[in-house]
């Protein structure tokens, strides 16, 4: 039982992780770069260190959500599938 928990503090950690620096770059690029878009096409010329900026803290951004996103599904599935494993165990008992 102590593993368990122990795999679930640590997946809790890197979800809460993942999601602090999600919202801690895009707060980041709200406010230093609030009118710059990440791309180098647009009509009006932007600054290079603005636009460099805001690239790197969109990508920051992404893959931290990407991130959070790949540690909740796999703690999705895993608890999913001791669900399973306990409901197979009790059918098995009842029987």
Known sequence: ???????????LTLLLSSVLIS???FTARMAFVPDVVPIAAVEQSQPLWALETAF????????????????L?????????????RLASQARDCD
Request: net charge positive.
């Open 73 to 85: 599904i796999a703690v999705s599935l895993h608890t999913a599938r001791g669900l399973i494993r």
């Open 56 to 71: 790197l803290l969109k990508a920051l951004e992404i893959i931290a959500s990407f991130g959070a996103a790949v540690v």
């Open 23 to 25: 919202v801690a770059a």
């Open 1 to 11: 039982m102590l593993e368990r928990r122990e795999a679930i503090t640590e997946s």
